[in-house]
């Protein structure tokens, strides 16, 4: 399913068009069932959109009338599906709907935007007071720019746009400095990784390979948008691959006490090593599952 069979600045009448054309399955819901695919039109404050970098909120817990969250999301349904297409490193596809308040709306209809890349999710507490999950995606290079319409022989539910707006056809993406490539080997991750001499601070395991032992750093409260955390020392852990993964991906998580559930063992902590508690605290607050 990476093949992009669908072109990217397509734009479709309706969400039985999409549907029919297989693009996104279902007429209502904004994740597919699968989590293959996303529709942005709106229905959600918290989402972000930047263009090639959306933050979008997850689906569930809303009162149909008012839009307002009256209960926590669950990772279920679409929201899985999203972290099951994260973890397996799947694109997901992208629609927005002109009823989207972005610059990147198309003025009507639905236009598919090609392939994103889930980087990270998370849980957080939304703007109402209720557990919701985000999902940061990441559009994907070497696909048109977004709002290019493409050139089709259309079917008769895409809809025709003959002359569209300047604007539309110039849209300008935001450079990505602020999100993309935030250098993960700085000098201060090397240092904590010299402090264990490599070795994972969760499972003790050592990774040697002909160019020297091997280790990953591991930024408690994540680096970038929206969680800002901070690249000290304080932030650091040195894991190997595997204790990286799990905790990234909310197998583990670490308590206030440093011991790493579920298999109940200790952080082995350097006594020149300070963890800022308040960094494992804001950990705890996203973890994928309560
Ligand atoms: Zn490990």
């Known amino acids: 399913m990476s093949n992009d069979t669908w072109k990217s600045g397509t734009v ?12 996104h399955i279902g007429l209502m819901n904004g994740i597919s069932p699968s989590g293959d695919s996303i529709v942005l039109s709106g229905g959600y404050i918290d ?3 930047e263009g090639a970098v959306i933050i979008y909120t997850g689906q569930g817990g809303r009162d149909a009338q008012s ?3 009256i209960s926590d999301q669950t990772l279920e349904r679409g929201n ?5 297409q994260y973890m397996q490193g799947n694109p997901v596809r992208v629609t927005r709907g002109s009823q989207l308040d972005s610059r990147f709306a198309p003025p009507s209809g639905y236009r598919y935007d090609g392939l994103y890349r889930i980087t990270s999710y998370w849980r957080e507490k939304g703007r109402d007071g209720y557990f919701v ?4 995606l990441e559009r994907l290079p070497d696909q048109p720019p977004i709002g290019q319409l493409a050139l089709s022989s259309s079917p008769s539910t895409r809809l025709k746009v003959s002359d569209p707006p300047e604007e539309y056809t110039i849209t300008p993406q935001r450079e990505l400095t602020t999100y993309n490539r935030l250098l993960r080997n700085s000098a201060i991750v090397n240092h904590v990784k010299q402090l264990y001499q490599y070795t994972c601070q969760i499972c003790n395991v050592q990774l040697n390979t002909p160019a020297g032992p091997y280790a990953e750093g591991c930024h408690i409260r994540p680096l970038g948008a929206p969680h800002n955390g901070p690249d000290t020392i304080d932030n650091v852990l040195c894991l190997c691959p595997n204790c990286h993964v799990l905790l990234d991906m909310y197998a583990y998580t670490i308590d206030h006490n440093f011991i790493v559930m579920p298999h109940a063992v200790k952080l082995r902590v350097h006594h020149e090593h300070a963890i800022n508690q308040s960094h494992i605290a804001y950990r705890n607050s996203i973890v994928g599952q309560s």
């Open 12 to 23: 479709y009448l309706n969400r039985r068009a999409l549907h029919d054309e297989k693009l």
């Open 47 to 49: 989402d972000i959109d």
């Open 67 to 69: 839009g307002r969250q």
């Open 80 to 84: 899985k599906g999203l972290a099951q």
């Open 133 to 136: 999950y985000r999902f940061r």
